[in-house]
């Protein structure tokens, strides 16, 4: 890595973008300040941008964001939408919270997982060790001896103790990188055999044969969309089979007459089987039957486990391959494994998502339907002084896309006229149309949010609460 030669004394690389050359638009306007419109006298960029009011702001959100609010506000002034003396105002007003787009928000849809909201929200633990190693930190070196060491060793360790005995494990970038990483190393220009009722669409057109096609392995189809048997996959194999592929469709559900075989048949069959068990679930849990957890597919012979750890597992962004130790030996010599791995800040998440305090996913999925009525109760009644028509009404929220198909979770939510939805969107609060009412829903929102969504609600939809606020 090169140095940069230049003292620390030099001017931030972000000055020279603000050389009055950068403002053309400084001629007409000063022209127009001259017409005798105070409105329309606009003040200097480089006067607005040295205001001491602003100082804090370029500091924390730097020169160039600033810079876009003021051009923005100048535009209004002489637009003869605001007052020049209004400037630095409406500038503060109108500055980002955050040097990023991504605004947080609140999940009140009743969808746990909602892949569009972030999917899993980080426990308390997951985020401070996301601050702890986002400066440098020693994810590929060993403090003790001063050399390089293996990378991510704590998050590889906490995700090995969480699987049985004699499994190993490696992190790539989601779920689609680990099958992509599988079917490149295991069966590039072989086949992959699966069945024809697992060859699902995940969403927002990701479809899995497609993935596994674009490595360059084929797929071969087998049985039928609402049965398969163990002999469909044994008449397949050859010697071009790469490995057996076994998918969990985690977002809809075939009922009636079914068959599907159980995972110590398929393996076996004596060729690699892989699972994809989409939801990253380690272990069973009682409220979720039907969904496949990977100590439970690990212990019935998978030789390989594939799944997010953004839905069910509740940590961050990042696809996780357990299983065989030489199945996972050969993902990872293979080159495609570096342009798949993950960063530090997915390391320290994911480590202390496994080794911390049970992340939020679970206690929205633990709820008492009790709480959650009370909760309703509380919000509503705390609203209903301000708001004319709220209501409390019993619904039914879902695990979501991530997983646990079928599976209806009792709830309740604090219901609104629809016609507040935008409103309530622009200030952030997400919620669900239900014909002419807003739900929003309990079940999906941590209990340490609902005073964010009571004063969020009331400052945006009662004009004297915001005027207050
Ligand atoms: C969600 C899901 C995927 C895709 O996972 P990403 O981590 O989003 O890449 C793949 N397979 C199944 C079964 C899933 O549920």
């Known amino acids: 890595m090169s140095v940069d030669p230049r003292p620390h004394t030099t001017t931030p690389p972000d000055t020279p973008a603000d050389t009055p050359s950068d403002t053309p638009s400084d001629g007409p306007r000063a022209a127009t300040a001259t017409t005798g419109d105070p409105r329309r006298a606009v003040p200097r960029t480089d ?139 295991l069966a590039q220009g072989r086949e992959i055999i699966v069945s024809r009722g697992e060859l699902v669409e995940i969403g927002d057109g990701f479809r899995l044969p497609d993935l596994l096609t674009a490595t360059g392995a084929r797929i071969r189809e087998v049985g039928t969309t609402n049965r398969t048997t163990t002999a469909d996959y044994a008449d397949a194999l050859g010697p071009d089979t790469g490995f057996v592929l076994k998918v969990h469709p985690s977002n809809f559900r075939i009922e009636g007459f079914t068959y599907a075989p159980p995972v110590n048949e398929l393996a076996a069959l004596g060729v690699p089987l892989i699972v994809d068990i989409g939801s990253g679930l380690l272990a069973p849990h009682p409220a979720l039957p039907g969904e496949p957890d990977a100590r439970t597919v690990l212990r019935g012979g998978a030789h390989l486990v594939t799944a997010s750890a953004d839905k069910l597992l509740g940590g961050p962004q990042a696809g996780l391959l357990l299983g065989d130790p030489g199945l996972l030996a050969r993902l990872r010599r293979h080159p495609l494994y570096r342009a798949l791995r993950v960063d530090k800040l997915t390391l320290a998440a994911l480590e202390a998502t496994l080794r911390g305090p049970l992340p939020p996913v679970r206690a929205l999925l633990d709820a008492d339907p009790r709480d959650l009525r009370r909760r309703a109760e509380t919000l509503a009644a705390a609203l209903a002084t301000a708001l004319p028509d709220v209501r409390v009404t019993a619904t039914t929220a879902v695990v979501g896309g991530g997983g646990a198909p079928g599976v209806r979770l009792p709830s309740h939510a604090v219901s609104l006229p629809a016609a507040t939805e935008p409103a309530l969107r622009a200030a952030r609060v997400i919620g669900r149309l239900d014909h002419d009412r807003l739900l929003l829903d309990l079940r999906s929102l941590h209990p340490s949010d609902d005073e964010e969504l009571h004063t969020t609600v009331l400052t945006t939809l009662t004009p004297t609460a915001a005027e207050e606020n």
Do not use: F, W
């Open 47 to 185: 006067a607005v941008l040295a205001d001491p009011a602003l100082r804090d702001a370029r500091e924390r959100l730097g020169r160039r964001l600033v810079k876009t609010a003021v051009t923005d506000a100048q535009q209004r002034v002489r637009d003869g939408e605001l007052a020049a003396n209004d400037l630095v105002t409406a500038v503060l007003a109108a500055l980002p919270e955050h040097a990023t787009t991504l605004r947080p928000v609140l999940n009140a849809t009743g969808v746990l997982l909602h892949t569009n909201l972030g999917r899993a929200p980080l426990s308390d633990a997951a985020r401070d060790a996301l601050t702890a190693a986002a400066g440098c930190a020693d994810v590929e070196y060993d403090l003790a001896t001063g050399r390089r060491g293996p990378r991510g060793t704590g998050a590889l360790t906490a995700l090995r103790d969480a699987c049985p005995p004699g499994t190993d494990v490696q992190i790539v970038n989601n779920n689609a990188a680990a099958l992509t990483l599988a079917a490149t190393a």
